[in-house]
């Protein structure tokens, strides 16, 4: 059988247990044209809450009674396609269920004796790519210009600020808790760490800045990227990432301290890593350059079972995960 995680009802607030329903399908027959995909990860994302919300966007919202979307990562099982084979392991949008049989489009092989098949989720996937896009591309940092980046200990927001310190920069991070904020300094190579939970936001930016932020990679949104703007320097860019805080709200707050982009002549600029698609393969060859060289580590947090899947997603929100969020839902 072909278990599935499909929207049952679409949320105020926070999503709870009725929002999704786990449901047992037959396996798909393969068509001509087509691959069979046994799905064994699934990528957790923020952005699957956007994706639940009944509103335009960059992607048409998952409709009630809809397989889950998601991200995901699986091995060919069955081929009727020219350019797949059974064992190719394959990365593409299969959503969170056990198996999808796809015409192929969108989906891309990747090579495990590179790396372990999570990480292509991960620094090696879309996390990667996100992180090496917003902030080449859209922040453009400098040798010797400080970054802040929000979300900090988060599957993003680690890489951000590695990538930060390849390109010689003071990376300062903003980070849920003592133990984040530990592991960002003394495991990934940040300069510093605010600990948003315990610290004064704005106070702490101010001294673990003292030239002030040339770069803000926001993943968080709300009173961080209002601390964040009190600090900015002349010519700063904002890479509006995320808004994490914000998903689960009904009313998204807007910046309060806007005017401060007008005073520093800033930029504020927001992307989508999909718009980079083009340039992925760039992006996965450097990515796995600096992973095998030891300058950039991927940690991924690994929860079994895709009858968890709410539980899992939810700890997005709580902070009760370390790296990148994914979900098993096969055996290899
Ligand atoms: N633009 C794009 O194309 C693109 C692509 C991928 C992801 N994103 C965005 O990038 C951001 C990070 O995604 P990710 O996959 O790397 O997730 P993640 O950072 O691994 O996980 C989410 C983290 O957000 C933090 N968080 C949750 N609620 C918060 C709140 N109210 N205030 C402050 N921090 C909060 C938690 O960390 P703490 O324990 O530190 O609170 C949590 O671990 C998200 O906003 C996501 O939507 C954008």
Redesign the pocket.
């Known amino acids: 059988m072909n278990k599935q995680i499909i929207l049952h009802s679409r949320p105020q607030g926070l999503p709870d247990a009725t929002t999704w329903r786990v449901v047992d399908n037959e396996i798909p027959e393969c068509s001509e044209g087509q691959i069979l995909v046994k799905l064994i990860y699934v990528s957790i994302?923020?952005?699957m809450r956007g994706w639940i919300r009944d509103q335009r966007s960059y992607l048409p919202p998952v409709a009630l009674d809809d397989v889950m979307r998601a991200i995901t990562a699986g091995v060919v099982i069955e081929s009727k396609h020219e350019k797949f084979k059974v064992g190719d392991y394959v990365v593409g949008s299969g959503g969170v269920q056990q198996y999808i049989a796809t015409s192929g489009k969108g989906w891309y092989p990747v090579q495990t004796d590179l790396a372990p098949l999570p990480l292509f989720l991960s620094a090696l996937g879309?996390?990667g790519f996100?992180a090496y896009f917003?902030l080449l591309e859209v922040g453009k940092p400098q040798p010797g210009e400080t970054i802040l980046v929000s979300?900090a200990?988060?599957?993003?927001?680690s890489m951000v600020g590695q990538i930060g310190k390849i390109k010689e920069c003071r990376v300062v991070g903003i980070?849920?808790?003592e133990k984040?904020c530990r592991y960002i300094v003394e495991d990934l190579g940040f300069d510093a760490a605010i600990d948003?939970k315990n610290e004064d936001v704005r106070k702490s930016i101010k001294e673990h800045c003292p030239d002030g932020v040339d770069v803000f990679f926001d993943?968080?949104g709300?009173e961080?990227l209002d601390a964040a703007l009190t600090r900015i320097n002349r010519k700063a860019r904002i890479v509006v990432?995320?808004?994490?805080?914000q998903y689960n709200s009904d009313e998204m707050r807007g910046p309060k301290n806007y005017y401060s982009i007008l005073m520093n002549r800033a930029r504020m600029e927001g992307?989508?890593?999909f718009d980079f698609a083009h340039q992925y393969e760039t992006a996965a060859r450097q990515l796995a350059l600096w992973l095998s060289q030891g300058k950039i580590r991927s940690k991924e947090h690994i929860v079994e079972g895709i009858e968890n899947f709410y539980q899992t997603f939810l700890r997005?929100?709580s902070?009760e995960?370390l790296g990148?969020?994914i979900l098993k839902v096969n055996q290899d």
């Open positions: 994302d923020p952005a879309m996390t996100t917003g979300g200990a988060g599957a993003v927001g980070a849920g808790g984040k948003y993943n968080v709300g961080i990432c995320g808004g994490i805080s992307f989508i890593v997005l929100f902070g995960k990148k969020l």
